[in-house]
């Protein structure tokens, strides 16, 4: 199965733009890029997802190298409340069904 | 509602226990998944369930045994488990709508395996 590589952990500043990298050098043509996040004591909470364009939502915005071997997960203005656990996600096609593989996640710490 | 309900939040158990995790959504998702994910790791898939039925088994081993009575109700049956097996377990829930997929977690089921 393809994988992502993200970095262990970043810290950004409150009300800074943060952007999470991501690797995945071998992803394949029908793979699509997923962002959770997973706060303390909670479930991981989907973000974002794209398979080639560039996207944006209320929460964050994702680009997509043109090889897509490599994403940015891009946080326009962090809060204490975006401290959390963020995993780049490929969402593989594998024997008929759907499978999403985690990568091992990068901890966001967020300062006042 | 877009809640995905984990029952218990705990549970310690013996290695002699059977015990029942359980999962609810009410979203109308006809996907239904169980990871399991250690401490300071990622979640790792363990079972999904496409229409009721079993779809995909990561080689996890038979004393895990997951059923799903209906397209609302997830259950993961726990026999002669090992401590190695305490972690979280989270239950999530998707419509079945090729590549654009989103799940929707619930907070999980710590379990302790004594």
């Known amino acids: 199965d393809a994988k992502t590589t993200q970095p262990n952990s970043m810290e950004s500043n409150e009300e800074e733009p943060v952007h999470l990298p991501c690797n995945h050098s071998?992803?394949?043509?029908?793979?699509?890029i997923h962002w959770y996040r997973q706060l303390p004591s909670q479930g991981p909470e989907y973000v974002i997802h794209?398979?080639?364009s560039n996207v944006n939502n209320r929460m964050a915005s994702l680009a997509i190298a043109e090889d897509r071997k490599s994403s940015t997960l891009i946080l326009h203005r962090a809060t204490l409340r975006d401290a959390a656990v963020y995993y780049c996600?490929?969402?593989?096609?594998?024997?008929?069904?759907?499978?999403?593989?985690f990568g091992a996640g990068t901890r966001l710490a967020v300062h006042p | 509602d877009t809640e995905v309900t984990q029952t218990p939040k705990h549970l310690v158990m013996g290695m002699t226990n059977k015990k029942s995790l359980k999962c609810e959504q009410h979203?109308?998702?006809?996907?239904m998944y169980w990871y399991k994910q250690k401490a300071k790791k990622p979640p790792e898939l363990m079972f999904v369930?496409?229409?009721?039925?079993?779809?995909i088994n990561e080689s996890v081993p038979s004393r895990f045994s997951p059923e799903c009575p209906n397209s609302s109700l997830l259950n993961l049956h726990l026999h002669a488990l090992q401590p190695e097996d305490s972690a979280l377990y989270l239950c999530?829930?998707?419509?079945?709508?090729?590549?654009?997929?989103?799940?929707?977690f619930g907070s999980g089921t710590q379990l302790s395996v004594l």
């Open positions: 999530a829930s998707s419509q079945l709508r090729q590549g654009n997929e989103k799940l929707f």
């Open positions: 071998t992803i394949s043509g029908t793979d699509y």
């Open positions: 794209g398979l080639t």
């Open positions: 996600i490929l969402r593989v096609f594998s024997g008929g069904y759907n499978k999403l593989i």
């Open positions: 979203m109308g998702h006809r996907a």
């Open positions: 369930y496409s229409y009721e039925k079993l779809s």
